[in-house]
Every structure is written in C-alpha cells, then in structure tokens.
C-alpha cells in the first residue's frame, strides 16, 4: 500500500523552529518529486515547498522563502521540512505529498498521494 | 488572498451538471497546460480528480471533465451525486520559479 506519514508537528512559540518528516512506503521513493502543502484551519490549500526526486529542482512560497528548507533522504525513503522563525501564520495542517509523475526533472503540480497530515501550532 | 480566482461557492440538483471556473494569469493557467484540480471533503486530505487540463487518474469517474481556455480553466461534474458535495481546488504549474499555486477552493453544495 502506498502510503506517507507525517510527524513532528506541534505547538511552538513565534521565532522558534520545528522539523517536520515524512516517511514514505508503497513505492519507489526516489522516482518521484514530493511536495509540502499546508491548509490553516477553515482555509484552503496553500503550496509550500517542492524537491524533484534528484534534488536538482527546488522551490518554495515566497511566504516560506529564507525561512523554511526542503530536503530528502532517498536512502531513508524519507522527506523533511526544516521550518525556522516561526510566525503565527505558519499554522497549519501540513501535508506530505507524492508528485504522479514518474522520473520527472522538475516537480508538477498534479500529487496523487497525500499523507493525512502533522499540525504546526504557532503561538506564545 | 489566493494566486489563482475561483467562486467561493457553487451548487446544484442531482443529476445536473455544474461547473467550477479558475481564474488565473498567463504566468500561470494561461502559460500551461498543466491544471490540476482537488476534491476535499471534511476532515480528509484532497484528492486529485484532473490533471494536465483535462486528463483523469485512474479511478475517477469519467463525470469529471477539465478544460480550459486563455487564462480559464474549468471543472465541470456531470450527474452530480450526493459524495461530489466537497471542496474543490484548482491548481495550477506557474514556472520553475513559483513552481505551483491554488485556488481560493469552491464549497460544491448538492441539494
């Protein structure tokens, strides 16, 4: 079964850091590009970060940009988000996410996996 | 405020069809044929229902169909069902700069 789940999640005060991970299974892990997407409660889905499978192809928000980085370790089947200085906006479900396409040089905007989510809480 | 326009809500009968536009630019849905849409209903993680404009993953029901024109894109269901009451986010490639952006989301009512 192709599955990812998140952790590390949790409340945190403003300016601090937090790591998110995302262990992923069921596939080939290092075929695929992967996503971070994040949905504030009540509010809709927002795009954070992207890594190509290679990690030659790297992107982020610009509300995350300077402040939060990507990262994955292929042997590890595993995906990373190291978020610092935190902000109250910040909070959010954060979601792990498979791109669908196979081998690609860059991240797509089409994800066929998703995982269920860790919630980043930022607040003194 | 999101990226890319969409009506907050729509809604519609069983049986009918309705239609869920995205507004974008031409840096993003007008510059590519690459528009995805999402289906999220409560409490679960969104699911892809079209991708690259019009193209369909395996497993939806061919009542979803995804087209666009210019800076437009649109989803249309057809033979709504009571399980389409959901969210639903277009989503859009905007360059190997900003890489991806969605919609604000459209709450799909069925009566």
């Known amino acids: 079964e192709v599955q990812l789940v998140e952790s590390g999640g949790g409340l945190v005060q403003p300016g601090r850091s937090l790591r998110l991970s995302c262990a992923a299974s069921?596939?080939?892990?290092?075929?695929?590009?992967m996503h971070w997407v994040r949905q504030a409660p009540g509010k809709g889905l927002e795009w954070v970060s992207s890594?190509?499978?290679?990690?030659?192809?790297?992107g982020y928000a610009d509300y995350v940009k300077g402040r939060f980085t990507i990262s994955r370790d292929n042997a590890k089947n595993s995906l990373y988000l190291q978020m610092n200085s935190l902000r109250a906006e910040d909070t959010a479900l954060y979601y792990c996410?498979?791109?669908?396409?196979?081998?690609?040089?860059?991240?797509?905007?089409?994800?066929?996996?998703w995982g269920q989510g860790t919630m980043v809480t930022v607040s003194s | 405020q999101s990226v890319l326009t969409q009506p907050r809500s729509v809604s519609g009968s069983p049986g009918q069809s309705v239609t869920i536009s995205c507004t974008g630019t031409s840096s993003d849905v007008g510059g590519y044929n690459f528009v995805s849409w999402y289906q999220q209903h409560p409490g679960k993680a969104p699911k892809l229902m079209i991708y690259?404009?019009?193209k369909r993953p395996s497993g939806v029901p061919d009542r979803f169909s995804g087209s666009k024109s210019g800076n437009t894109a649109s989803l249309t269901i057809s033979g709504l069902q009571a399980e389409d009451e959901a969210d639903y986010y277009c989503?859009?490639?905007?360059?190997?700069?900003?890489?991806?952006?969605f919609g604000g989301g459209t709450k799909l009512t069925v009566l």
């Open positions: 996410a498979k791109d669908l396409l196979q081998g690609g040089t860059h991240p797509t905007n089409a994800v066929d996996i």
């Open positions: 690259d404009v019009s």
């Open positions: 890594i190509s499978w290679s990690r030659g192809s790297i």
């Open positions: 069921g596939f080939t892990f290092d075929d695929y590009a």
């Open positions: 989503c859009s490639y905007a360059g190997s700069y900003t890489f991806v952006v």
